[in-house]
């Protein structure tokens, strides 16, 4: 699905994923969108994010 990032040349296509289906250890580079029962979670182009062996999102975001 297409998003549109402000920051970045405009829309762009994004993974759509659930967390609950994400294995511990799953790692991915933005562009990408991961829903949560009660939350969303967005990760911009570039940004890295990876899922730990407790089932925290940890997002990396490189420097500028």
Known sequence: RAVY???A???MYALHLDDAALPPGAQMT???IITQD???VVVQPQH???LDRYGN???AIPQR
């Open 48 to 50: 890295q994010v990876h």
């Open 9 to 11: 040349v405009g829309s």
């Open 38 to 40: 009660l939350s969303t």
């Open 5 to 7: 990032f402000p920051h």
């Open 30 to 32: 933005g562009p990408a």
């Open 57 to 59: 999102l940890i997002m």
